[in-house]
């Protein structure tokens, strides 16, 4: 007969085995997902590295482009220094004058300035004065309520240029004849508008 305890203790060990079992196969089955879950991870890795891969390599692009620019930006400041420095050459012999009356100047604007700058300046020149052109700006206003229009002037010599212009920064405004005339260097706009911000007082020593 068999032994009634050893056919218990044989059941025990063999409930043990199987639930050792079912333990076994539920790690296996943990383990088959952890391994699962974990190369789904290194799949995501790897495509997060290839998306910042790409994205670096976007931003290298986009600061090329950058520099690009700013390159660009500073070839076209300094051309367009270039620019308003050949136009202030081109204008160093100009001069406006500003004050004469309407139509003094006559149908002869260059004998009008010839025959009246060396009076109202006080300069003696050796020789008389030649310009290369001479005449007033803007259009004449037909309604006569316009101030008088200025008169521009090229001066021919550049050694009497010198001379006017010391004259004009000497005496800001010359009277003389009955005249009270402005007599300034002829600029750019953009020279202009330097000197009137540099030379505008400024409101913080203002009382």
């Keep these: 007969m068999t032994?009634?305890?050893?056919?218990?203790?044989?059941?025990?060990?063999?409930?043990?085995?199987?639930?050792?079992?079912?333990?076994l196969e539920e790690m296996d089955s943990a383990v088959t997902s952890l391994t699962a879950e974990t190369i789904s991870r290194h799949l995501d890795i790897a495509g997060s590295q290839s998306r910042?891969?790409?994205?670096?390599?976007?931003?290298?692009?986009?600061?090329?482009?950058?520099?690009?620019a700013q390159d660009r930006d500073q070839e076209l400041l300094y051309l367009r220094c270039k620019?308003?420095?050949?136009e202030d050459r081109s204008r160093r012999d100009n001069f406006n004058f500003l004050g004469f009356l309407e139509y003094i100047e006559g149908t002869d604007t260059q004998y009008f300035l010839r025959a009246v700058l060396p009076k109202v300046?006080?300069?003696?020149?050796?020789?008389?004065?030649?310009?290369q052109r001479a005449h007033q700006l803007s259009p004449k206003l037909l309604d006569g309520s316009s101030r008088p229009r200025p008169i521009i002037a090229c001066l021919l010599r550049h050694r009497q240029t010198r001379q006017l212009?010391?004259?004009?920064?000497?005496?800001?405004?010359?009277?003389?004849?009955?005249?009270e005339v402005h007599i300034t260097a002829d600029f750019s706009k953009q020279?202009?508008?330097?000197?009137?911000?540099?030379?505008?007082?400024?409101?913080?020593?203002?009382?």
Excluded at 53 to 68: P, S, Y
Excluded at 121 to 131: G, Q, V, Y
């Design 121 to 131: 300046t006080e300069l003696t020149f050796n020789t008389p004065l030649e310009f």
């Design 3 to 23: 032994d009634p305890v050893q056919e218990a203790t044989m059941e025990r060990i063999l409930q043990e085995i199987t639930a050792v079992g079912r333990r």
């Design 52 to 68: 910042v891969t790409g994205l670096e390599q976007r931003v290298t692009t986009m600061e090329d482009h950058i520099n690009t």
């Design 165 to 179: 212009l010391l004259a004009a920064r000497a005496h800001r405004l010359i009277r003389a004849e009955g005249y």
């Design 191 to 207: 020279t202009n508008d330097c000197r009137k911000a540099f030379f505008a007082p400024d409101p913080s020593y203002a009382n």
């Design 83 to 86: 620019l308003i420095d050949l």
